[in-house]
């Protein structure tokens, strides 16, 4: 059987060194984004995975937005929460790749954001 790839299995856990840069890389992203400063993006990590929640304007909360998984520095794939049954369902980047940057990601997440 031939090894295949697959961009939605696997990855590698983010090390914690890299959370702060990877906070402020999509915090520094964010202000020159048009939904800024109407809603603000927050990161949670969990082992290779990064949550990408959204607090909207007049929000105390966070929802969940996307989850990202890890596999180096800028090679992410993207996963959209989906309401509709509660999970993260697999999406390709807005370039048509599966594979992308973290703001390539939030990039693709403006249609939900603006």
Known sequence: MA??????SGGNNIPVDLYDKFRTQVEVFSHGRGWFPR???SLKFKGKFCYLDVTAEGETSPSP???????????WSLAFYTWSNER?????????K????????????ESVLS
């Open 3 to 8: 090894w295949h790839f697959d961009p939605q």
């Open 39 to 41: 809603c603000r993006l």
């Open 65 to 75: 937005l996307a989850r990202l998984r890890y596999f180096r520095d800028n090679e």
């Open 88 to 96: 993260y369902s697999p999406c390709v980047f807005y370039d048509g």
């Open 98 to 109: 599966w594979q992308g940057s973290i703001e390539q990601a939030v990039e693709t997440c």
